[in-house]
């Protein structure tokens, strides 16, 4: 099992500050290959899912709480 750390950002337009972090790291929506997840959702475990992507199952575990962080 790896362990790893996943940010989330949730916005209905894109969010600048990020946009512009992420380019002078020279990623850009341009150089990434799109591509889709699907979850299996389980019934009142909301700290577990099962994702399939690209032929992979993955297992995913959330292990703490989510903390919400405002972006300036």
Known sequence: MYKSKEIRWFFREDNKNIVDW??????????????????????????????????????????GQPVLYQLT
Do not use: N
């Open 22 to 63: 992420f380019a002078t790291h020279g990623i850009t929506y341009a150089s990434i290959k799109p591509r889709t997840d699907f979850y299996l959702r389980l019934p009142r475990k909301d700290d577990l899912s099962i994702k399939l992507r690209e032929g992979d199952v993955e297992v995913k575990q959330r292990s």
